[in-house]
């Protein structure tokens, strides 16, 4: 019997950095670059590259789909 097993991000990240050369500090560098003026005009998200980059305050928690509606925390529209 084989059972399914649970892949976790730190997992895909330490392999795709690992076996496939990507360098994720370059990726990080990049996004923190990309989101740091939307994030000091204290936006929620930001677009770029065809992706919105979604911000609470100083950290970039998400990419979405650039088409998705992004609202502040606590509901609403802003």
Known sequence: MTSSIFVSDHAVLRY???AHGVDIQ????HLAGRAATAADLGAIAVKIEGVKLVLR?????TVLPRNVVTFPPGGGSR
């Open 16 to 18: 795709l950095e690992r």
């Open 26 to 29: 370059a990726i990080r560098a």
């Open 57 to 61: 305050g100083r950290v970039l928690v």
